[in-house]
């Protein structure tokens, strides 16, 4: 037992150690972006342009998603059809898309040659343009429209089956319900939900920097890398930097109070709905539900329809982009699967809740932010290109970190419950206790953060565009050939770079439920 003891104390220890670096790293590098800062009065007029713009896209592509995502809840939680899994899975596809992947997708249907202006060319309309602000809110909706769907859908979920059965009994309509059961829960859920893309998109870097740009459509984190790369005025990023802190700091610091519970009680956890309104009713929930899937299956459809053909033409550099990020990705999953590993179980046994506290600190501050203030400690010590594949790799690592702790702790802990008495009465402890308990145990939530890292490191194109790097990753590459409007190239690059991300985090995820 005093072994057991001893092994756990270990844990603990490693956890608080593999906390405190975390710490030092992040607020040592948020230090020196306040210190380089100097104050924000070396601000201008377009740099505060672009904080309301921030502030302005933000609020409005949350609100936009959050509404359009009401009806595709509604429909999905009270229809039931085949395919429908499908669907619903389907909808947390966009979160491990590559960004610049889907931004293609976007510029196949809505760009000047795409499916709509070609349309509305036919028809003599004027044509829609995906650049400046309206691209950027569109990008953000179709990211995010699936993540709203997906948490609205487990608020409609959420309601006792019985709640309705008793409204179906005392002869409620549609009117009625809606009062009396979904909007309480609408109340509680959609301010979270509303949050959520709200800081998701406060963050966004590649919408802006492919979709937006120019004076009236610049966000903080395209302001940081302008002046970053471009003017190489590390004061006046790290400025914006600041501002980009406090802004987030704030909206999480809301979103600790803003929802309000429904009330509704406990049921039977039973899966069985009433009968779902027919006529009117179901013939809108089938058609909001279609145009949900066609908004977010086209534009994928168009970019594999152009670029899958094109794969094998594809010159030397993009395949030699691709075996790096594969590399890179890898090497970032693991990193991330360590610290979230050792991190969950030093919190197993309740204890030392600051270390949980550390593992969320990247939530205060960007991938650019972070790249910055690491560009300003080590630019003394080392050449900008050869921070470039090592800094991004250490960067993914850390921001997949909250995702990675939040799969695992709720496991660890109930693996100390379940076992780690006995894994202390049998003196398990060491690699031992690593290799036939803990492993085993926690195989499919490390499978899925593992599979979640990689597809995330694989997308990334952030902190790799500070740096000027002669090395680029595939999302590197894939933008610069948008940027040479080699599109044929682009769309291929493209179909590979989705490919791969969702094959690693398919493989991850399969291994982890296999193990």
């Given at each position: 037992?005093?072994?057991?003891?001893?092994?756990?104390?270990?844990?603990?220890?490693?956890?608080?150690?593999?906390?405190?670096?975390?710490?030092?790293?992040?607020?040592?590098?948020?230090?020196?972006?306040?210190?380089a800062?100097?104050?924000?009065?070396?601000?201008?007029?377009?740099?505060?342009?672009?904080?309301?713009?921030?502030?302005?896209?933000?609020?409005?592509?949350?609100?936009?998603?959050?509404?359009?995502?009401v009806?595709?809840?509604?429909?999905?939680?009270?229809?039931?059809?085949?395919?429908?899994?499908?669907?619903?899975?389907?909808?947390?596809?966009?979160?491990?898309?590559?960004?610049?992947?889907?931004?293609?997708?976007?510029?196949?249907?809505?760009?000047?040659?795409?499916a709509?202006?070609?349309?509305?060319?036919?028809?003599?309309?004027?044509?829609?343009?995906?650049?400046?602000?309206?691209?950027?809110?569109?990008?953000?909706?179709?990211?995010?429209?699936?993540?709203?769907?997906?948490?609205?859908?487990?608020?409609?979920?959420?309601?006792?089956?019985?709640r309705?059965?008793?409204?179906?009994?005392?002869?409620?309509?549609?009117?009625?319900?809606?009062?009396?059961?979904e909007?309480?829960?609408?109340?509680?859920?959609l301010?979270?939900?509303?949050?959520?893309?709200?800081?998701?998109?406060?963050?966004?870097?590649?919408?802006?920097?492919?979709?937006?740009?120019?004076p009236?459509?610049?966000?903080?984190?395209?302001?940081?890398?302008?002046?970053?790369?471009?003017?190489?005025?590390?004061?006046?990023?790290?400025?914006?930097?600041?501002?980009?802190?406090?802004?987030?700091?704030?909206a999480?610091?809301?979103?600790?109070?803003?929802?309000?519970?429904?009330g509704?009680g406990?049921?039977?956890?039973?899966?069985?709905?009433?009968?779902?309104?027919?006529?009117?009713?179901?013939?809108?929930?089938?058609?909001?539900?279609?145009?949900?899937?066609?908004?977010?299956?086209?534009?994928?459809?168009?970019?594999?329809?152009?670029?899958?053909?094109?794969?094998?033409?594809?010159?030397?550099?993009?395949?030699?982009?691709a075996?790096?990020?594969?590399?890179m990705a890898?090497?970032?999953?693991?990193?991330?699967?360590?610290?979230?590993?050792?991190?969950?179980?030093?919190l197993a046994?309740?204890?030392?809740?600051?270390?949980?506290?550390?593992?969320?600190?990247?939530?205060?501050?960007?991938?650019?932010?972070?790249?910055?203030g690491?560009?300003?400690?080590?630019?003394?010590?080392f050449?900008?290109?050869?921070?470039?594949?090592?800094?991004?790799?250490?960067?993914?690592?850390?921001?997949?970190?909250?995702?990675?702790?939040r799969?695992?702790?709720?496991?660890?802990?109930t693996?100390?419950?379940?076992?780690?008495?006995?894994?202390?009465?049998?003196?398990?402890?060491?690699?031992a206790r690593?290799?036939?308990?803990?492993?085993?145990?926690?195989?499919?939530?490390?499978?899925?953060?593992?599979?979640?890292?990689?597809?995330?490191?694989?997308?990334?194109?952030?902190?790799?565009?500070?740096?000027?790097?002669?090395?680029?990753?595939?999302?590197?590459?894939?933008?610069?050939?948008?940027?040479?409007?080699?599109?044929?190239?682009?769309?291929?690059?493209?179909?590979?770079?989705?490919?791969?991300?969702?094959?690693?985090?398919?493989?991850?995820?399969?291994?982890?439920?296999?193990?």
């Open positions: 037992m005093a072994s057991g003891i001893l092994a756990l104390t270990r844990a603990e220890a490693g956890g608080a150690l593999a906390a405190t670096a975390l710490a030092a790293l992040i607020l040592g590098t948020l230090a020196a972006v306040a210190w800062a100097q104050g924000l009065a070396g601000l201008g007029p377009w740099d505060w342009r672009a904080v309301w713009f921030t502030l302005w896209q933000a609020a409005l592509s949350a609100t936009l998603s959050a509404l359009l995502a009806p595709v809840a509604r429909a999905l939680a009270r229809r039931r059809f085949p395919g429908r899994s499908a669907l619903v899975t389907l909808l947390g596809a966009p979160f491990i898309l590559p960004v610049i992947v889907a931004i293609m997708g976007l510029v196949a249907v809505f760009g000047r040659n795409g709509i202006n070609e349309a509305l060319r036919l028809a003599g309309l004027p044509e829609v343009s995906i650049y400046g602000w309206q691209g950027v809110i569109l990008a953000h909706v179709f990211f995010n429209l699936p993540l709203s769907v997906r948490l609205i859908l487990q608020g409609w979920q959420a309601i006792p089956a019985e309705f059965r008793l409204a179906a009994s005392l002869g409620f309509g549609p009117r009625d319900v809606a009062r009396h059961l909007r309480p829960m609408l109340r509680a859920v301010p979270g939900v509303w949050l959520a893309v709200f800081l998701v998109c406060l963050t966004s870097f590649t919408v802006a920097l492919a979709l937006g740009g120019g009236r459509a610049t966000t903080v984190e395209l302001a940081i890398y302008q002046a970053f790369r471009f003017d190489f005025d590390l004061g006046r990023a790290a400025s914006l930097g600041l501002v980009q802190i406090g802004i987030c700091v704030a999480m610091a809301l979103a600790r109070w803003i929802a309000v519970p429904a509704f406990a049921g039977l956890d039973t899966d069985h709905m009433p009968a779902a309104p027919g006529g009117w009713n179901r013939i809108s929930d089938m058609a909001v539900i279609t145009m949900a899937a066609g908004f977010l299956i086209w534009p994928m459809t168009a970019v594999i329809a152009r670029g899958l053909p094109q794969i094998p033409d594809l010159p030397p550099e993009v395949w030699q982009a075996g790096r990020s594969v590399v890898l090497i970032s999953a693991l990193l991330a699967l360590a610290l979230s590993l050792t991190l969950a179980l030093a046994r309740g204890r030392m809740r600051w270390v949980e506290t550390a593992g969320m600190l990247p939530l205060i501050a960007s991938p650019l932010v972070l790249g910055t690491l560009f300003i400690l080590l630019r003394g010590w050449l900008p290109q050869a921070l470039a594949l090592p800094v991004t790799v250490a960067i993914n690592a850390v921001m997949a970190l909250p995702f990675g702790l799969a695992l702790i709720p496991a660890t802990r693996l100390h419950r379940d076992y780690g008495r006995l894994a202390d009465s049998l003196d398990l402890r060491g690699l690593l290799r036939y308990l803990i492993l085993p145990r926690l195989a499919r939530p490390l499978g899925f953060a593992g599979g979640l890292a990689a597809a995330l490191a694989m997308g990334d194109l952030g902190v790799i565009t500070l740096f000027a790097s002669d090395r680029p990753t595939l999302p590197l590459q894939l933008f610069q050939l948008m940027n040479s409007y080699r599109m044929d190239d682009a769309s291929a690059c493209a179909v590979l770079l989705m490919a791969i991300s969702f094959g690693l985090f398919w493989i991850f995820d399969r291994g982890g439920r296999l193990a």
